[in-house]
């Protein structure tokens, strides 16, 4: 079957899309993008991933993308794929639109570019068995709360965990150790769930607010605080968690195994727990 898209404003077979090349997320990676879920066919936390379009939106003066409508053709995608049953996903992006080549904005503005589409959901690792991962320098901008589509620098870290046998690269600035190239982290240390705290340095999970508000409710502690790359090695469980990879142990940090090289039972708790929000 054709998997149908959808781009500026009309659903077509994936072929049948033509990109300007002067849009300027093909020049500049001048635009933002989302990554929803759905189980069954319920899209999940699908509010608080649009929201956090608009904010990237906003902050790129980017404007002309409702996302209202883009919720509509988030279900739209599902229905027309035929992906109500099983797991899948949603990828949404929109850029500043195709303009002559400039550093500066296009005066007058030009019409976003919207794409969207929705494929079966390929799972990242077995939470029963866990991943490896290493730490890597922080080389992105200093604008990592915008989910901006220019990823090189996280592609390059992923790349470089890849090369290592590894599947996760993690983000260290200054010492502290922020996230991975494509999730957030956490750490388990002295029995109390850490993670760092919002800056401009991290994205604002979707998944680690979740995460975050199951463990209020589950009465287990947990701060958003600095973890120190030289606290690793005292860390009893390492996760890591995202919309793609759900929570996903790290049992085994930068060649050394970590909690005794298996799944934590904190990690396990949280995501049983995660699992009953997603039914």
């Given at each position: 079957?054709?998997?149908?898209?959808?781009?500026?404003?009309?659903?077509?077979?994936?072929?049948?899309?033509?990109?300007?090349?002067?849009?300027?997320?093909?020049?500049?990676?001048?635009?933002?993008?989302?990554?929803?879920?759905?189980?069954?066919?319920?899209?999940?936390?699908l509010?608080?991933?649009?929201?956090?379009?608009r904010?990237?939106?906003?902050?790129?003066?980017i404007?002309?993308?409702?996302?209202?409508?883009?919720?509509?053709?988030?279900?739209?995608?599902?229905?027309?794929?035929?992906?109500?049953?099983?797991d899948?996903?949603?990828?949404?992006?929109?850029?500043?639109?195709?303009?002559?080549?400039?550093?500066?904005?296009?005066?007058p503005?030009?019409?976003?570019?919207?794409?969207?589409?929705?494929?079966?959901?390929?799972?990242?690792?077995d939470p029963?068995?866990g991943?490896?991962?290493?730490?890597?320098?922080?080389?992105r901008?200093?604008?990592?709360?915008i989910?901006?589509?220019?990823?090189?620098?996280?592609?390059?870290?992923?790349?470089?965990?890849?090369?290592?046998?590894?599947?996760?690269?993690?983000?260290?600035?200054?010492?502290?150790?922020?996230?991975?190239?494509?999730t957030?982290?956490?750490?388990?240390?002295?029995g109390?769930?850490?993670?760092?705290?919002?800056?401009?340095?991290?994205?604002?999970?979707?998944?680690?607010d979740?995460?975050?508000?199951?463990?209020?409710?589950?009465?287990?502690?947990?701060?958003?605080?600095?973890?120190?790359?030289h606290?690793?090695?005292?860390a009893?469980?390492?996760?890591?968690v995202?919309?793609?990879?759900?929570?996903?142990p790290?049992v085994?940090?930068?060649g050394?195994?970590?909690?005794?090289?298996?799944?934590?039972?904190?990690?396990?708790?949280?995501?049983?727990r995660?699992?009953?929000?997603?039914?």
């Amino acid at each position: 079957m054709n998997q149908i898209v959808y781009f500026n404003g009309q659903f077509l077979p994936k072929e049948q899309v033509r990109l300007s090349p002067d849009d300027r997320g093909f020049l500049f990676g001048d635009g933002v993008y989302e990554v929803v879920r759905s189980y069954e066919g319920r899209l999940f936390a699908l509010e608080p991933h649009l929201a956090r379009l608009r904010y990237g939106l906003e902050e790129l003066e980017i404007a002309g993308a409702d996302s209202e409508s883009l919720a509509h053709v988030c279900r739209e995608l599902i229905e027309r794929n035929s992906l109500s049953r099983g797991d899948a996903t949603v990828y949404l992006q929109v850029t500043r639109g195709a303009a002559p080549r400039t550093h500066f904005f296009p005066e007058p503005s030009v019409p976003p570019t919207v794409y969207a589409q929705a494929g079966r959901f390929a799972p990242k690792g077995d939470p029963a068995i866990g991943i490896a991962a290493i730490t890597v320098p922080d080389t992105r901008w200093a604008r990592c709360d915008i989910k901006s589509v220019q990823l090189l620098a996280n592609c390059l870290a992923n790349q470089r965990a890849r090369r290592l046998g590894a599947q996760e690269a993690l983000l260290v600035r200054d010492g502290v150790v922020l996230e991975g190239s494509h999730t957030s982290v956490f750490f388990v240390l002295d029995g109390e769930v850490r993670t760092a705290p919002k800056t401009n340095y991290i994205l604002p999970s979707i998944t680690r607010d979740v995460v975050l508000e199951i463990c209020r409710d589950e009465g287990i502690e947990a701060r958003e605080v600095p973890v120190h790359y030289h606290q690793l090695p005292r860390a009893e469980e390492i996760f890591i968690v995202g919309t793609t990879v759900e929570i996903l142990p790290v049992v085994r940090l930068d060649g050394q195994a970590v909690g005794g090289g298996r799944p934590g039972p904190i990690a396990q708790r949280l995501l049983e727990r995660f699992k009953e929000r997603t039914r």
